[in-house]
Structure formats: structure tokens, C-alpha cells
């Protein structure tokens, strides 16, 4: 975004859809959090790393994602504008990431520590109640793709992805995700060119 | 639980892991719940109900389960003494439900509808903080869950579980271990008999 005014209404808006704030108590907000800019490819968090924070994108695509020990890459999350994303519990436990996260287009967060967070919520009972109902909105998203990983057909995910956020396939590859719906990038290839 | 009593030192030695209830606080707390009894093979919710509540098992255990429409069942928890569940979606945001939950043994739970629990988050702060740190443990474990289902073989899946969850090997079937792992019944056995 070009100007900080703009990130601040973008911001604001979005905390306005849960709670509304006074001029203050958004400052307050602002104050815990820090601006970040990345570049495509760029690294936000690496596995193993402690320290890890909360974000929330302004600007660009990130991927959550872990590699396991044969180098093979599962697709945890691809956030894009006004979502939140963290490995949760790296995060809130103070552990080393399990997950890495990259940009895969230049990005721009809002990044909150787990200190900020914790004191931002003992001060402030509207964003207390705001990242409950954060939390809840995650744990709907991720019943649901345990659900689909479990019950749907690698198809019927592919299709589901397509309706809920029809502008990923524009702004991202097929290899990543095939990653993120846990299927071959030949099955893959396979379910787009019969949908 | 044989006396009202030993259930209420059980739910407030679980809520004073996290924040510490004055007399007057826990019974604030408990009059926002209502006590529970069913019994083995009872259903406390079934697919497309509204109306769903958030439940803390007291003992007993609880599957929670989507049965697709040709059937099959797939397992999305199975809940034990200390833990809470519920119809994520369908609690929060007043849908019908999208899976049953049954009992798998004679079950207690305390139960709490929505507006209740906003009404009890509204007024207190402390149990404000404690529900955002509830559904941050629901967080983790659902991510856990996901990663598992997409990086880890079957053999992976069932060793983390009987580690994690040793007692459950005792307490239910391995058909319904198997829907829960995401395998056939025929897998488990073989992954049993070599374990």
C-alpha cells in the first residue's frame, strides 16, 4: 500500500467488521504492531526459528508451509489480504516454527509479538474480544479442511477452492496448490483441464 | 461424577489452569451452564440440528463425526474427560449442525448455549481470556491435525495417537480408531499387529 494513511483505514476497516474503536484505542493498536515489507520469495519465518510472530497481510500472498524430512512440501495456509496467519502454536508457546513461511508475490504485514498481544488484550477488552472471535473464525476454517482432507475427494477439494477463492489460481501456481490440496501435480493437472 | 459437588471442584480446577474465580466468579460461571447426562450410543447432536451448544466433557467420551452421503463416517474428534468440543461453525454462528456427536460411554458434560457464553464472556473478563486461550489450544491441535493428515503416513498417524492418547487404545473400537486416522479397518490391523 503506498501510504501509511491507506494501511491504517485498510486496517482499521477490518477491525471495524468486530469491534469499533475510538481515534485511541486504535492507536493503542497500532502501537503494538509493527509494518514489515517483503519481497517475493522472502522468508518471514524459517522452521526452527523461535520468536515467531502474528500478521496480518496488508499486501501479497504467504505460504505456510512444512518440509518434511524427505524435502517433500505440505501447503499448511496461503494468506492473502486481510487474513491473519501464524504458526500457532510457535507462536503462543514460545517454541521453534514448525512452519516456514514465504511470500509468493512482494508482501506487506502488520506483525504483532506474542508480549504486544497478551498486553494489548489485559488493556483493552474490545481486542480481547476481537482475536476471540479471530480464533473462532480459525478453528471453523480449520474443522473444515480437516473435514475435506478426510471426507472430500482430491476433485471435490479441488472445485471447493476454486468457488471460495476463485483469484488463487491467477496469482499462484499449480504446483503450490496441488501442495496445499495435498494431491500430485499430475492429478492436479488432471481435475483443472476436466473442470 | 457421583455428587455435584466433585463435578464442580473438577470444572474449576480446569478453569484455574488458566485464570484464577473468586466463589462469586464460579458461580457466575456455573450458572451459565447447564449439567448433562447421557448415555452410551445417545446422540447429544445429530447433523443438520440448530441450536448446537459448546460441551466440557465431565467423563465419559464423545465422537464427533460427519457421515458423507454415501454413508461413511469420518471422524473429526473424539473427546475425553477435560476436554471441550463443539460444532465450531455451527455453535458460533447459529447454522444447522454439519456433524453428530455421540456418546461412545456413559457421558456427563457441562453444557453452554451462545448466548450465554457471550453473555458470560461480556461480563466477565477473565472468562473472556480464558475462552480466547481455549479455542488457541483448539487452534494448535487442529493445525496438528492438518499437517498430520497431509505429510504422515498412516503408520506416523497411529504411533503420534498412541502416544498422545494412550488410554483411548482401551476405551474404543478400531473401526472407530481407523475412520478417526483416516485408514481402512484392514490398515489398522496390520499397523496394530506389527506396533
Redesign the interface.
Given at each position: 500500500m503506498d501510504t501509511s494513511k491507506n494501511r491504517h483505514i485498510f486496517f482499521r476497516t477490518h477491525i471495524s467488521q468486530i469491534v469499533q474503536l475510538t481515534d485511541e484505542e486504535f492507536e493503542q493498536v497500532l502501537n503494538c504492531f509493527t509494518f514489515r515489507k517483503y519481497k517475493k520469495h522472502q522468508y518471514i519465518t524459517q522452521q526452527g526459528e523461535i520468536g515467531s510472530h502474528e500478521h496480518f497481510v496488508l499486501k501479497g500472498i504467504v505460504k505456510s508451509s512444512?518440509t518434511?524430512p524427505s524435502g517433500?512440501e505440505?501447503?499448511?495456509q496461503l494468506a492473502m489480504e486481510e487474513w491473519w496467519f501464524s504458526?500457532?502454536?510457535a507462536f503462543?508457546?514460545e517454541q521453534p516454527a514448525?512452519f516456514n513461511a514465504d511470500c509468493l508475490e512482494d508482501t506487506e504485514t502488520y506483525s504483532i509479538s506474542f508480549e504486544n498481544k497478551e498486553k494489548l488484550?489485559a488493556e483493552s477488552?474490545k481486542m480481547?474480544?476481537f482475536?476471540?472471535k479471530k480464533?473462532?473464525s480459525?478453528?471453523?476454517a480449520?474443522?473444515?479442511?480437516?473435514?475435506a482432507?478426510?471426507?472430500s475427494s482430491a476433485g471435490e477439494r479441488y472445485n471447493q477452492l476454486l468457488i471460495q477463492y476463485p483469484s488463487l489460481y491467477k496469482r499462484v501456481s499449480k504446483t503450490i496448490i496441488a501442495a496445499y490440496l495435498?494431491v500430485s501435480r499430475e492429478t492436479l493437472s488432471r481435475l483443472s483441464s476436466t473442470g
Open positions: 512444512y518434511d517433500k505440505h501447503i499448511l504458526d500457532i502454536n503462543n508457546n514448525t488484550c477488552k480481547e474480544y482475536f476471540r480464533y473462532t480459525g478453528n471453523i480449520l474443522q473444515k479442511r480437516v473435514l482432507l478426510l471426507s495435498g
